[in-house]
């Protein structure tokens, strides 16, 4: 997408007329394959390339399993391609209506699977009014892109760890909705830029600061694939020489801006998050419960020994639930004297780390270090 893909050939800027001549001619020729062109602000006169969504699924049947090269000698024979560039999900091509053309169109085929060719139909339609969206979004929490409207859910213990993804939404018109933006109007589609930014700026959760090009509104890597887009350029200074005024203040809390978002697509996702977190809190549970250190000051088995007893501990266990409810339900008291019954069914004699047969000697830095740490993270 952009009309840059191909570097072999030099590629020629089309009319209208010729953009859509070269879909249909495209469309008529692979007619059992799901496509759509992207729509686009109706004055907009000249394109570098055609960007095409492709149903994935369809394609594959188009295929039918045939290896690579079908697809690359049937671009060629039909569309008279010299290149093709492949950069899964999009695949783009060099399109010729003969072979005596010297320039050709860039073709971008955007493979989606069959649960999102809607939504991402929609989200990449005029330009660059998703990704607009997707600010919005973003700033209350949610991600929105090709793939619906989602939310990313982070470890509790270690911040920059996601988790999980849960899905919110993968209706597009209801998302819209959901921002206060006229589904008619996005319907009836746009003229130009101008009417895409007054579309954006309708939105009942838009404020103007969350666009800004700065450290403290995004991260670098949105920060810098904003900055590379025309579009979102020149949305900025639309913003500044109108002096638009923002609807919503996002410095609200995040517990709030959740609360809005279930009120309106439901508290599914809110449901599912949880879930995640209670299944990350028996893990630390059961990993603090069973970890070296903890059975290291209960046994005081070491080294290979220790791995061998731990082995063995958990295999009195049928899985990580049941390790759960027993570290959940036991005290620390009986856990010990559990431990220590369990550690002497193991034959641990001559293995490295038995303090009784083959002590591993602690120096006092080591043996400091596991002290501090051990009461930092069970208090004794």
């Given at each position: 997408?952009?009309?840059?893909?191909?570097?072999?050939?030099?590629?020629?800027?089309?009319?209208?007329?010729?953009?859509?001549?070269?879909?249909?001619?495209?469309?008529?020729?692979?007619?059992?394959?799901?496509?759509?062109?992207?729509?686009?602000?109706?004055?907009?006169?000249?394109?570098?390339?055609?960007?095409?969504?492709?149903?994935?699924?369809?394609?594959?049947?188009?295929?039918?399993?045939?290896?690579?090269?079908?697809?690359?000698?049937?671009?060629?024979?039909?569309?008279?391609?010299?290149?093709?560039?492949?950069?899964?999900?999009?695949?783009?091509?060099?399109?010729?209506?003969?072979?005596?053309?010297?320039?050709?169109?860039?073709?971008?085929?955007?493979?989606?699977?069959?649960?999102?060719?809607?939504?991402?139909?929609?989200?990449?339609?005029?330009?660059?009014?998703?990704?607009?969206?997707?600010?919005?979004?973003?700033?209350?929490?949610?991600?929105?892109?090709?793939?619906?409207?989602?939310?990313?859910?982070?470890?509790?213990?270690?911040?920059?760890?996601?988790?999980?993804?849960?899905?919110?939404?993968?209706?597009?018109?209801?998302?819209?909705?959901?921002?206060?933006?006229?589904?008619?109007?996005?319907?009836?589609?746009?003229?130009?830029?101008?009417?895409?930014?007054?579309?954006?700026?309708?939105?009942?959760?838009?404020?103007?600061?969350?666009?800004?090009?700065?450290?403290?509104?995004?991260?670098?890597?949105?920060?810098?694939?904003?900055?590379?887009r025309k579009t979102y350029a020149d949305f900025l200074v639309w913003l500044q020489e109108n002096d638009v005024k923002g609807n919503f203040d996002f410095s609200?809390?995040?517990?709030?801006?959740?609360?809005?978002?279930?009120?309106?697509?439901?508290?599914?996702?809110?449901?599912?998050?949880?879930?995640?977190?209670?299944?990350?809190?028996?893990?630390?549970?059961?990993?603090?419960?069973?970890?070296?250190?903890?059975?290291?000051?209960i046994t005081g088995y070491s080294h290979i020994a220790l791995s061998a007893v731990i082995s063995h501990i958990?295999?009195?266990?049928?899985?990580?639930?049941?390790?759960?409810?027993?570290?959940?339900?036991?005290?620390?008291?009986?856990?010990?004297?559990?431990?220590?019954?369990?550690?002497?069914?193991?034959?641990?004699?001559?293995?490295?780390?038995?303090?009784?047969?083959?002590?591993?000697?602690?120096?006092?830095?080591?043996?400091?270090?596991?002290?501090?740490?051990?009461?930092?993270?069970?208090?004794?």
């Open positions: 997408m952009g009309g840059n893909a191909l570097k072999e050939f030099q590629n020629r800027r089309v009319g209208l007329d010729d953009l859509l001549y070269s879909y249909q001619d495209i469309a008529r020729k692979m007619k059992n394959v799901k496509i759509a062109m992207i729509p686009f602000y109706s004055d907009k006169k000249d394109f570098g390339d055609l960007d095409i969504i492709v149903e994935a699924e369809s394609m594959k049947n188009f295929t039918d399993g045939r290896p690579d090269d079908f697809i690359d000698g049937f671009l060629s024979e039909s569309f008279n391609c010299r290149e093709i560039f492949k950069n899964y999900p999009v695949l783009s091509f060099e399109y010729r209506k003969d072979k005596t053309e010297e320039k050709g169109l860039q073709v971008d085929f955007i493979h989606i699977p069959y649960k999102y060719y809607d939504f991402s139909l929609n989200y990449l339609s005029y330009n660059d009014l998703g990704n607009l969206i997707g600010v919005i979004f973003k700033n209350l929490g949610f991600k929105f892109g090709m793939d619906g409207l989602s939310k990313d859910v982070y470890s509790r213990i270690y911040k920059d760890n996601k988790i999980s993804n849960v899905e919110v939404s993968i209706n597009f018109k209801e998302c819209l909705n959901f921002l206060g933006l006229d589904q008619e109007k996005f319907d009836r589609g746009f003229e130009n830029k101008k009417e895409i930014f007054e579309f954006i700026a309708s939105s009942k959760y838009f404020s103007p600061e969350i666009y800004l090009l700065s450290k403290e509104k995004t991260n670098y890597k949105s920060r810098r694939r904003n900055a590379q609200t809390s995040q517990d709030k801006k959740d609360r809005l978002v279930a009120d309106f697509f439901g508290d599914d996702f809110m449901v599912k998050t949880d879930h995640f977190f209670l299944e990350q809190d028996k893990r630390k549970k059961v990993k603090d419960f069973f970890c070296g250190e903890n059975i290291n000051r958990k295999g009195k266990f049928k899985d990580n639930d049941e390790m759960y409810n027993y570290v959940n339900s036991v005290s620390n008291q009986q856990f010990n004297e559990d431990v220590l019954r369990f550690s002497k069914e193991v034959d641990t004699r001559e293995m490295m780390g038995d303090p009784n047969t083959n002590a591993c000697d602690m120096t006092p830095v080591k043996e400091e270090r596991l002290r501090v740490k051990r009461e930092s993270r069970y208090g004794r």
